[in-house]
Every structure is written in structure tokens, then in C-alpha cells.
């Protein structure tokens, strides 16, 4: 959490030159084709890794459903009102490099660019803040995008060296959630369409995807 505060506290007035406004990040819109693509691969017969039938259809309603409702609560013109920095991106374990118990490095910046700052948080949360069944290895794509439970008292711990930093808005802490959700959601059915052979696709995406979703729909004022 320290960490982030400080690149974001560098970043925040940075400005390259030749900057190129890059889209928004984990927009849920992009989101609805390849939910159309899952339903798709369903009617084909694809493997849903066991799942019955017609408990994957209601899993593939249940994430459309909660894409259309990130996308109601956070259009665009509420996303690009939040507070922007120079957003690292992909802030997880991965990108970072520990000596003994210090940091001693941030790497990977193919994702920076200027966003709001929520972005970071979000995915410092999904990966600092939540538990998960087996242990985490960014190498691997079905450990990368495994599903997690956030852990509130995990989620304080992160949070408390940011806070310390930097306050967030009322905007911010109304929109946390669902910037959660965007990414989880980013992260099964992107990486679904782009990252795996058809075969492959449907069972991957299914695999425990609404645990995080729903995690948050009872517990999210937890988060703050």
C-alpha cells in the first residue's frame, strides 16, 4: 500500500510528452461480446467443467447482469471524473520484487498510462487483500485469474499506508466496489477470449467466477 501511494504520489502531476489518451480501462461494455461468445460456446456443446447445463446459463446471466450494473453505476463521464495519476496497471505480486521481507522493486510498466487512481487500488485489493485456495504464481494464468475472497482485515492493512497518503473521495469510496468488479470481470472473459484455445474457454471462465461477485454484493461496505 506504500508502495502505490508513493508511484502515485510521483505520478500524479507527471505528464509525458506525446502523451496518447489511452480508453478506459476494464471498461464493462467490452464485456457484454464476450459474454455473447461464452453463450455461444455453450450452445456448441464446450466443456463447462462440470457444470450442469443449465447452472451455466445461469452463471453467464448472472455476469451479464453484473456487467450491466457497473456499466449503470460507473459510465464513462463518472470514471474519468474520478482523481487520475499515471496508473501503474497490473499491480500485483508478480510486477513486484521482494528481498527478504522489503520491496526492493516495481517492474512491467506496459500498462501505464493516465487513469484514475482507483485502478491501482482495485487491483491492490484483489491481490493483497483477498485469500485465495492455492498459492498465487503470476506465471500461471489459471493461478493469476484464480478466484478470491477479500478479507477485510487483509484489505485495513493494505489500505491503512495509502490512506495515510492520500484520502480518497466520497466518489472514489462509492465506486471501489465496482471497480472490483470490472477487473475480476476483465480478468475471465478477456483473458478467456484472448489467452486460450476455444476448447478451453468456457470451463475456465466458470470456474468459480461469481465467488468474488458475490463476495461483494453482501459484504462490499466492508472494503471502507
Not at 482507483?118 to 485469474?145: C, H, K, Q
Amino acid at each position: 500500500g506504500e508502495l502505490l501511494a508513493c508511484f502515485h504520489e510521483a505520478t500524479a502531476e507527471f505528464s509525458p510528452p506525446g502523451h496518447k489518451p489511452w480508453p478506459r480501462y476494464f471498461a464493462p461494455a467490452d464485456r457484454l461480446p464476450e459474454i455473447v461468445a461464452a453463450r455461444d460456446l455453450l450452445r456448441r456443446g464446450m466443456d463447462t467443467g462440470g457444470l450442469p447445463v443449465a447452472e451455466a446459463e445461469r452463471v453467464l446471466d448472472y455476469l451479464e447482469t453484473q456487467t450491466r450494473a457497473v456499466e449503470a453505476r460507473v459510465p464513462e463521464v463518472r470514471y474519468w471524473d474520478l482523481p487520475q495519476v499515471i496508473v501503474h496497471g497490473d499491480f500485483h505480486h508478480g510486477n513486484i520484487q521482494f528481498y527478504d521481507v522489503k520491496i526492493a522493486g516495481l517492474f512491467d510498466f506496459d500498462w501505464v498510462s493516465r487513469q484514475p487512481r482507483l485502478v491501482d487500488l482495485a487491483d491492490g485489493l484483489i491481490f493483497f487483500g483477498a485469500e485465495r485456495a492455492a498459492p498465487f504464481n503470476p506465471a500461471d494464468l489459471y493461478s493469476l485469474t484464480q478466484a478470491f475472497t477479500l478479507r477485510p482485515d487483509w484489505v485495513r492493512v493494505f489500505l491503512e499506508p495509502y490512506l495515510a497518503r492520500h484520502e480518497l473521495t466520497g466518489e472514489e469510496r462509492a465506486c471501489l466496489g465496482d471497480l472490483i468488479r470490472a477487473r475480476w470481470l476483465y480478468m475471465r472473459l478477456e483473458q478467456m477470449q484472448r489467452k486460450l484455445p476455444e476448447q478451453e474457454r468456457l470451463a475456465f471462465l466458470l470456474r468459480e467466477v461469481t465467488v468474488p461477485l458475490q463476495w461483494l454484493d453482501e459484504y462490499e461496505p466492508l472494503l471502507l
